[in-house]
C-alpha cells in the first residue's frame, strides 16, 4: 500500500510570511495528489489536484498555490498568508489503475497569527 | 441540498454497544463509497471501500450501501473506547478519483 509523508506536523506563521508544504509519496507510481484543507465542523475541502507532473488544478480560488514538480511530490505554497488560511492540510493519493481508495498522510496544522 | 449529508453527532455511546454511522447522498452516479476513521490531529485512515450494493464485513466493522435509497452505513460492533473517533464517508463516481466527503461524525466510546 501507499505511504504519504508530509512535514511538518506542525507550523505556526505570521501573516504575510511565506507558506511551503511538502508532500511524498512511496508505494506507487504516477498517481494522483490532492491537497485538502480540513476547519473544524466544515469536512473536508479540496483544494488542488494533480493528475501528473506539472499539472495542477485548482478547485477554490485562494491564496495558496500547489506545484508537482516530480511525479511523487506535491507542494503547497503561499507567498503571504493569511489568518484565514489557518487550517489542518492533508496531502492524499490515489492510484490511477483501477477503481481505488485514496490515502491520506498525516497532516499539516498550520497556525498563521 | 449538499451532495453528501452526515451527521457531525457526537454520538456517544458506552463500551461494548453497536454503532450506525450513516450518509446520505444525492448523486446517483456516486458508486464508490468508502469509509475512513480520524483521529485528533491525524489524518485519515481507510477503514472500508465498497462499490456495490450490500454489505462488506471486515472485523468489528460492517458497510452498508443501498444505492436505491442513496444511504450508507457504517457499524461499528463491540465498541471500545479506543474506536473514539471522527469517521468520514467518502464516495466518488466510477472513472474519476476525485471525492465528495460527508462532514464527519464525531464518535465517543465510554469505558
Known amino acids: 500500500s501507499q505511504t504519504i509523508h508530509q512535514w511538518p506536523a506542525t507550523l505556526v506563521q505570521p501573516v504575510g510570511s511565506p507558506l511551503s508544504l511538502e508532500c511524498t509519496v512511496e508505494?506507487?507510481?504516477?498517481?494522483?495528489l490532492y491537497w485538502y484543507r480540513q476547519a473544524a465542523g466544515r469536512g473536508l475541502q479540496l483544494l488542488f489536484y494533480?493528475?501528473?507532473?506539472?499539472?495542477i488544478s485548482s478547485e477554490v480560488p485562494q491564496n495558496l498555490s500547489a506545484s508537482r514538480p516530480q511525479d511523487r511530490q506535491f507542494i503547497l505554497s503561499s507567498k503571504k498568508l493569511l489568518l484565514s488560511d489557518s487550517g489542518f492540510y492533508l496531502c492524499a493519493s490515489h492510484t490511477r489503475q483501477g477503481n481505488t481508495e485514496a490515502f491520506f498522510g498525516q497532516g499539516t496544522r498550520l497556525t498563521v497569527v | 441540498q449538499k451532495e453528501v449529508e452526515q451527521d457531525p453527532g457526537p454520538l456517544s455511546v458506552p463500551e461494548g454497544a453497536i454503532v450506525s454511522l450513516n450518509c446520505t447522498y444525492s448523486?446517483?452516479?456516486?458508486?464508490?463509497f468508502m469509509w475512513y476513521r480520524q483521529y485528533s490531529r491525524k489524518g485519515p485512515e481507510l477503514l472500508m471501500y465498497t462499490y456495490s450494493s450490500g454489505n462488506k464485513e471486515d472485523g468489528r466493522f460492517t458497510a452498508q450501501v443501498d444505492k436505491s435509497s442513496k444511504y450508507i452505513s457504517l457499524f461499528i460492533r463491540d465498541s471500545q473506547p479506543s474506536d473514539s473517533a471522527t469517521y468520514l464517508c467518502a464516495m466518488r463516481v466510477s472513472g474519476y478519483s476525485t471525492l465528495t466527503f460527508g462532514k464527519g461524525t464525531m464518535l465517543l466510546v465510554s469505558p
Open positions: 448523486n446517483s452516479a456516486f458508486q464508490y
Open positions: 494533480s493528475v501528473g507532473i506539472g499539472q
Open positions: 508505494g506507487t507510481s504516477n498517481p494522483n
